[in-house]
Structure formats: C-alpha cells, structure tokens
C-alpha cells in the first residue's frame, strides 16, 4: 500500500514568489492535514481538511491557503513568500474516526532567499 | 489552549539501556495521544496511539503509557539500540481535527 506521497521534496523560491505544494494520501483515506515545521517553532498546524471541505486552520495569515479535491488529493499554497516561511511543510492522512493514526509523508523542504 | 512539552530535549544513552521519555500536556481533555519518530530530514512515523479510555499502548520493544488525570504520557524503550536514535514526539488530538505537537526529545544511542 502506497504511502503518503508530497511533491516536490525540495523547493528554492524567493521572496515575493508563490508556490504550491502537493500531497496524495493513502488510498482510502480522507482526511488530510498540513503542518509547518520550523527548529525555532516545532511542529504547527496549518489547516485539515476532508471531503472537500476545511474543518479547521491554524494561526497563520492569509497568506497560506489549502484546498482538497475530491479524490482527497490536496495542494497548499503559500502566496508573497517570506524568508519566514523557510520550512519542512509535512502532509498527514488519517482515516476518519478519533482511533485512526496520522500517516506523514516525508515533506516538502521549501527555502526561500 | 493545549500545550504539550517534552522532557528531556535531548538524550544520549549507551546501547541495551532501557530508557523513558516524557510528555506533558496542560489540558486532560483529550481523545487521544500518539507517539511519532522523527528520522533527519523525513516525516513522521507513527510508533503508537492511545486513546483516551486506554492506559497503555505496546508495540514490541516500545510501552507508551497515558495518565489523562496528571496531564502525562511516557514511553518506554527497551534494549535500546542505535536504530532507535532519531526525535520523538508526541501529539494530543482533542476533537478539533488538529493535533498539537510537543517540542520532541532527539535520542541518541551510542553503540
């Protein structure tokens, strides 16, 4: 069975840019979610999304927006880019249910200069 | 507002040893806990996953345990062995479709 799947894995943007991230989860799993991780802030939600639909989001500025399709595929965007915004972006899928565990995929390392 | 903290930060231990580590959370009403490892440079894996109503969650060498009353869970590494060297963290889930991270505790084991 396939994991969860993030593309690209690395990026080099510069300030100003936007960009797009992608992530596929396991076949049968609906729930997908986005966190930043940074060495200053740790691990930091971002937003959650199933069925099409954002059932949650993080403290982050407009600037990051997230949508999912209906195959549960779903893309991050990070427009303006900010040096700031320097991270490992993760993916996570989950069955639905509070008993399903998170499956990461192994991230997107964006860098911006 | 959940806050989960990881003791110690970093550990360094010789090979065989068994060994702890610590999570701490500030609000006990949550749904669940996992536990991750971090591998440099790769995502998550996930190790175990306690529900709320569970004291105790075991995977072979791993015991993760949960006291929801005093806001901790632990995990339990036995024999440890270089293998196990990479940053663990764990996640509360509190029926808010997110998880809140703690800081990690980076595990060194010295052959």
């Known amino acids: 069975k396939a994991g969860v799947t993030q593309t690209p894995r690395y990026l080099i943007k510069t300030r100003g840019q936007q960009v797009t991230l992608s992530c596929s989860p396991i076949?049968?799993?609906?729930?997908v979610s986005w966190y930043q991780q940074t060495p200053g802030q740790g691990l930091q939600f971002l937003f959650e999304?199933?069925?099409?639909?954002?059932?949650n989001k993080g403290n982050f500025p407009g600037r990051f927006s997230g949508r999912q399709f209906s195959n549960s595929r779903s893309e991050m965007n990070v427009s303006t880019l900010e040096l700031g915004d320097s991270a490992l972006y993760l993916c996570?899928?989950?069955?639905?249910?509070?008993?399903?565990?998170?499956?990461f995929g192994n991230g997107t390392r964006l860098t911006v200069t | 507002k959940q806050e989960v903290t990881q003791i110690p930060a970093a550990l360094s231990v010789p090979e065989g040893e068994n060994l702890v580590l610590n999570c701490s959370f500030t609000?006990?009403?949550?749904?669940?806990l996992q536990w991750f490892r971090q591998d440099p440079g790769k995502g998550l894996t996930s190790l175990l996953l306690?529900?709320?109503?569970?004291r105790e969650q075991t995977s072979g060498r791993l015991n993760a345990s949960l006291d929801k009353s005093s806001g901790r869970s632990t995990l339990y590494i036995a024999a440890s062995q270089p293998g196990d060297s990479a940053t663990y963290l764990c996640?509360?889930?509190?029926?808010?479709?997110?998880?809140?991270f703690g800081t990690g505790t980076r595990l060194k084991v010295l052959a």
């Open positions: 996570a899928s989950s069955r639905p249910g509070q008993d399903s565990p998170l499956h």
């Open positions: 076949s049968g799993h609906r729930s």
């Open positions: 999304y199933f069925s099409e639909t954002q059932r």
């Open positions: 609000d006990s009403a949550i749904y669940n």
């Open positions: 306690i529900q709320s109503s569970q």
């Open positions: 996640a509360t889930y509190s029926g808010t479709y997110k998880y809140i």
